[in-house]
């Protein structure tokens, strides 16, 4: 996906989410490669991320608070500090991804790979991680 219709997207998303629902439009990127993409900080709180491909994109900071990830790929993807509570990872691949810090408060991690994820401080309270697989995983100070 181009940048600027990227911009285009998160902007419209932004009006949406300001206006509670009345403007703008909910992002809607199902399927969309974002490989490589620089969304950090970005506010995608409830977007659809469902089967994007978000691998080894930048999303240090972002807001992805209740939002459609389900078989995303995330592989190698920096979450560092990102807020992911209420999200919904089912079946996403997160091998190798950078989640130190983030919050997972709530999440649907079932059946999500997480192996070799650097989860070091993240919050995990409340996520459901049934069938996740966390080999080689750095869990060190992840509370729970």
Do not use: C, P
């Amino acid at each position: 996906m181009e940048q600027k219709q990227l911009a285009q997207i998160l902007a419209a998303h932004l009006v949406w989410l300001i206006s509670e629902n009345k403007f703008g439009e909910k992002a809607n990127l199902e399927g969309a490669d974002l490989r490589d993409a620089n969304l950090e900080g970005a506010d995608l709180e409830h977007a659809n991320l469902q089967g994007a491909d978000l691998g080894d994109s930048d999303l240090d900071g972002a807001n992805l608070r209740s939002a459609i990830l389900r078989g995303a790929n995330l592989e190698g993807a920096q979450l560092e500090g990102a807020n992911l509570e209420y999200a919904n990872l089912e079946g996403a691949n997160l091998e190798g991804a950078n989640l130190r810090n983030t919050r997972l408060f709530s999440a649907k991690l079932t059946g999500a790979n997480l192996r070799k994820a650097d989860l070091e401080g993240a919050h995990l309270q409340g996520a459901l991680l049934f069938d996740a697989n966390l080999e080689g995983a750095n869990i060190k100070g992840v509370t729970r």
